[in-house]
C-alpha cells in the first residue's frame, strides 16, 4: 500500500508539469517552480504543485519564458529550457511590476552612494566599477551622477545576503541570482543591491562587477530587461570584455526613451583666417610709410 501512495504522488507531480522524461526530478521541478514563481509570476506554492489543474498555467508559463529567451516553444522542461534556468542572472522579473519599461526620474542630476564594500576587491576598483557602470548610460544621455559618502542618495548601493533588511527580494548564494535593483521613485526607488556570496571582479575570475552594476543601473533608471541576447537589459549573465562598449542599439533606444539624447556640444564659430606673421609665403601688395609708421596692404 506504501509503494502505490508514493508511486501515485509521483505520477500526479510529473503529470502536472510538461516535462521531457529525461529531465524528471525533484531537484529539476523545484528549479522550475522557484524560477517561474520569481521571475514569471507563477505564484503556485510547494503544496499545490502536484495538482493537474494547475498544468495549464504551468505549461503557459514554461512557454512565455522559452519565448522570452528565443528558445523552442514547447512547453516543456527540455535541456535547453533548463540551462536557461540554471544561468546566473539578474533578480528582477521579466514580466509582471517590473517587466516593462517605467516612468524614468523626474531630474538629470542624480546622487548615488556605496554603503558597504565586499572584500572581494580593492575599495577603489569597486569605486572605479561603480563609476563605469554609471558612465555607460550617462554617456548617451543628458544624465548627471555624483557620488556622496554620507546621507541618502537616490541609487544607495549595497553588497548584501540572503535576506536582506526591509528589501522584498533576496538572495540565493553563489550563482543563481547576482544582483537586483529597484525603479526609480522614493524608498528603495533607485536602489541596487549586489549578492555578497558571488565572486566579484574587475577582470579576473568570477563576475565582473562593472558588468553587473551597469546592467542593475538599467533597472535604477527605469529599463525592463530585453529579449536582445546582445542588449546589457538581457536578464542573463554574459561575459564580456570590459574594454568594449556594452551598449546595444536596443539598450540605447530604450534609455533615450525615457530620458532624451545628450546635450550636443556648441559648435564654435569659425572666423576669417588671419596670416601668421612669420609664414614665409606671406606677400602684400603694397607697402608705404605714413607718419613714420610702415604700412603693408594686401587685397582691397
Known amino acids: 500500500m506504501k509503494n502505490r501512495l508514493l508511486l501515485l504522488v509521483f505520477v500526479t507531480l510529473s503529470s502536472a508539469f510538461p516535462v521531457d522524461q529525461r529531465m524528471e526530478g525533484d531537484e529539476n521541478l523545484q528549479l522550475t517552480q522557484a524560477y517561474l514563481n520569481q521571475f514569471y509570476s507563477l505564484e503556485i506554492e510547494g503544496s499545490h504543485l502536484a495538482q493537474s489543474s494547475n498544468r495549464s498555467l504551468i505549461d503557459g508559463k514554461i512557454r512565455e519564458m522559452q519565448a522570452f529567451f528565443g528558445l523552442t516553444v514547447t512547453g516543456k522542461l527540455d535541456s535547453n529550457t533548463l540551462e536557461i534556468m540554471k544561468t546566473p542572472r539578474c533578480g528582477v522579473p521579466d514580466v509582471g511590476q517590473y517587466g516593462y519599461t517605467l516612468p524614468g526620474w523626474k531630474k538629470y542630476n542624480l546622487t548615488y552612494r556605496i554603503v558597504n564594500y565586499t572584500p572581494d576587491m580593492a575599495r577603489a576598483d569597486v569605486d572605479e566599477a561603480i563609476q563605469k557602470g554609471l558612465e555607460v548610460w550617462s554617456k548617451v544621455t543628458p544624465l548627471i551622477f555624483t557620488k556622496i559618502s554620507k546621507g541618502i542618495a537616490d541609487i544607495m548601493i549595497a553588497f548584501r545576503t540572503r535576506v536582506h533588511g526591509w528589501c522584498p527580494r533576496y538572495f540565493d548564494g553563489p550563482l ?122 594686401k587685397g582691397r
Not at 526613451?257 to 614665409?280: F, M, N, Q, R
Request: a negative charge; one cysteine or more.
Open 176 to 297: 543563481g541570482v547576482l544582483g537586483h535593483a529597484f525603479p526609480p521613485g522614493l524608498g528603495l526607488g533607485g536602489d541596487t543591491h549586489f549578492d555578497e556570496d558571488e565572486n566579484w571582479t574587475k577582470d579576473g575570475v568570477g563576475f565582473s562587477l562593472f558588468l553587473v552594476a551597469a546592467h542593475e543601473f538599467g533597472h535604477s533608471l527605469g529599463l525592463s530587461h530585453s529579449r536582445d541576447q546582445t542588449a546589457l537589459m538581457f536578464p542573463n549573465y554574459v561575459s564580456l570584455d570590459p574594454s568594449k562598449y556594452p551598449l546595444s542599439q536596443d539598450d540605447i533606444k530604450g534609455i533615450q526613451s525615457i530620458y532624451g539624447e545628450p546635450p550636443k556640444l556648441p559648435v564654435k564659430p569659425k572666423g576669417p583666417t588671419v596670416p601668421h606673421a612669420c609664414d614665409p609665403n606671406l606677400t602684400f601688395d603694397a607697402i608705404t610709410t605714413f607718419r613714420r609708421e610702415v604700412m603693408f596692404f
